[in-house]
């Protein structure tokens, strides 16, 4: 059976509701499909980050909110992916840097969005 294997970068905000702390990380996810007929098929999705393969059964990565304490239940971040659209009149600035929604209408198509919130975690072995 032939795959095909499709990269592309996203970026993502995670949210804690609670807390109202965004973050966003950045992944290249990497889509694998099996070239069958009529269709090709979507066989897995995985996320890497720093290079590194994440187990995540092809959901986004999740993140634990950094609020949490040893002692604390720790509670998940909700993911929403960045979705940019290029427009040019629509300046890039603090507004797009520090954007906590996940939509961006600018000059940057989104590369910039949520940037003062980026966190990389190391993956430990
Ligand atoms: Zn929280
Ligand atoms: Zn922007
Ligand atoms: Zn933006």
Do not use: W
């Not at 949210?15 to 992944?27: A, D, E, Q, Y």
């Not at 990565?61 to 979705?83: E, L, W």
């Not at 600035?93 to 590369?111: F, H, I, K, M």
């Amino acid at each position: 059976m032939e795959m095909r294997i499709a990269k592309s970068t996203i970026n993502v905000l995670y949210t804690c509701k609670v807390h109202k702390i965004t973050l966003r990380r950045t992944f290249e996810q990497v889509k694998t499909y099996s070239m069958g007929n009529p269709y090709p098929r979507l066989v897995k999705v995985e996320y890497l980050e720093n290079g590194k393969v994440l187990n995540t059964h092809n959901m986004l990565p999740s993140t634990i909110c950094p609020t949490c304490k040893p002692s604390d239940i720790p509670h998940g971040m909700i993911p929403k992916p960045i979705k940019g659209r290029i427009v040019e009149h629509h300046a890039c600035d603090s507004r797009c840097l520090n954007a906590t929604g996940s939509n961006c209408d600018c000059a940057c198509g989104g590369e910039n969005h949520g940037k003062s919130h980026q966190v990389v975690y190391s993956v430990e072995s």
